[in-house]
């Protein structure tokens, strides 16, 4: 099948690049794609970053320290840009008026002003393509929970929990970088770096909170620097939100947990969903594992576990009892932002990736809970 390629260009050639380009590289997984994505151009400010990339991939044309290069390349239809917070706003910006369809990383600007600010920009390019990155949905047991939200299997809502939980930070002699720094990572702390990733599915089944409690910490308050003297972190470690819903017609408690410092925890994302006829829970701790208990008045009320095998929204070639992980989340979402790419409005399957506007509203709650830790107040989510 002769298949329509999407070349690329990537800004930040990070731990996140890599992760891009790797799932580029075993597209093949996919079944029955007519589409792929071909890595063209690379930037990184610090050159080093770009060997792996050299040594792994043919067919790159344009290698740079300066983004522009990318920018201007006629070769280069999309850009995956992942870089520190601090440079999301001009650079999304740019990407967004040279008409290079982007996915962007989240917070998606370091704050509320710069993400309105991207916005703008991207309202006025209808024709360009943006998504951010957000991979847990693609999971199996989270695309089970997708349909079944979609289908209203749960009755009225009773709470939902979700979360994103660390642990590395535990350690204090880890060094220091640029996610606990405010100038780079942003005031929102822990909250701009995992926040987006919780708040994706709840904004994405209608679910904004009106207002939110937050309580937030900060647990190790220096680090080695670059020189091995202690570094001051600035940042929030954890953060929990517990927010009020307002959804068809009825109320109901939304917990939200953002965590560099959950001891044993190393990517624990999680959703729980409880309602009156049915709940469903899942967790990347058992990342096979989807619980679900369906109830009827009167009658038992035991829960069920299903382990899954890998499908996702797309097929792939892995075979039906076999597990799905992390980079196989990677590869589902750069499979939807392709399709959407590619086909619009009749792409294969319907999880499209998270929008901008979804951001937009994720950044409406992470902004209101900082102003109601500062004043231990209840915040209105929104202006
Ligand atoms: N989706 C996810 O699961 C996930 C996970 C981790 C990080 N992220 C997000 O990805 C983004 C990058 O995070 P990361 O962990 O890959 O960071 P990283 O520090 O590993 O990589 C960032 C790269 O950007 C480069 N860079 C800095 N300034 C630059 C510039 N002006 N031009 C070009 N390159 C520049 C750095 O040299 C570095 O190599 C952030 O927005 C972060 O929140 C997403």
């Given at each position: 099948m002769a298949k329509r390629e999407i070349k690329f260009g990537i800004i930040g050639c990070g731990l996140m690049g890599r992760e891009f380009a790797s799932a580029a590289a075993r597209?093949?997984?996919?079944?029955?794609?007519?589409f792929v994505p071909k890595i063209v151009g690379i930037c990184d400010?610090?050159?080093?970053?770009?060997g792996w990339f050299r040594d792994n991939?043919?067919?790159?044309?344009v290698e740079t320290a300066d983004y522009h290069d990318l920018l201007n390349s006629?070769?280069?239809?999309a850009i995956y840009c992942a870089v520190?917070?601090?440079?999301h706003e001009q650079i999304y910006i740019d990407i967004v008026k040279a008409g290079k369809h982007l996915m962007a990383e989240k917070?998606?600007?370091?704050d509320r002003e710069a993400n309105r600010k991207i916005l703008d920009v991207v309202n006025a390019h209808p024709d360009v393509l943006v998504r951010c990155s957000s991979e847990f949905p693609f999971f199996p047991g989270v695309q089970r929970i997708v349909k079944a939200v979609g289908e209203g299997?749960?009755?009225?809502?009773?709470e939902v929990q979700a979360g994103f939980l660390h642990s590395?930070?535990?350690?204090?002699?880890?060094p220091i970088n640029w996610k606990r720094r405010v100038a780079t990572n942003?005031?929102?702390?822990c909250m701009g770096d995992l926040g987006l990733h919780v708040l994706h599915l709840p904004l994405r089944f209608?679910?904004?909170?009106e207002n939110v409690r937050a309580l937030l910490s900060k647990i190790v308050t220096e680090r080695p620097g670059p020189d091995g003297k202690p570094a001051a972190?600035?940042?929030?470690d954890n953060a929990t939100l517990a927010c009020e819903v307002s959804s068809g017609g009825s109320r109901f408690p939304m917990i939200l947990e953002t965590k560099r410092?959950?001891?044993?925890?190393?990517n624990t994302w999680y959703i729980r969903i409880y309602g009156t006829e049915f709940s469903a829970e899942f967790s990347t701790k058992y990342p096979k594992t989807l619980r679900t208990m369906t109830y009827t008045p009167g009658g038992a009320q035991a829960w069920q576990s299903e382990d899954l095998?890998?499908?996702?929204a797309y097929p792939g070639?892995?075979?039906?009892?076999f597990e799905f992980g992390f980079s196989d989340s990677i590869l589902q979402m750069w499979a939807a932002f392709c399709d959407e790419l590619v086909?619009?409005?009749?792409?294969?399957?319907p999880f499209r990736c998270a929008t901008p506007e979804e951001t937009a509203r994720h950044h409406d709650v992470l902004t209101a809970a900082l102003a109601s830790h500062e004043y231990r107040q209840v915040s209105a989510v929104g202006d």
């Open positions: 597209w093949c997984h996919l079944l029955n794609l007519d400010a610090n050159p080093a970053m770009l991939f043919d067919g790159i044309k006629k070769d280069i239809e520190p917070h601090n440079l917070p998606f600007g370091i299997r749960f009755g009225r809502i009773i590395s930070d535990l350690d204090p002699r880890k942003g005031e929102y702390g209608g679910w904004q909170p972190c600035e940042t929030w410092i959950a001891p044993g925890e190393t095998g890998p499908a996702s070639i892995t075979g039906g009892i086909n619009r409005d009749n792409m294969r399957q």
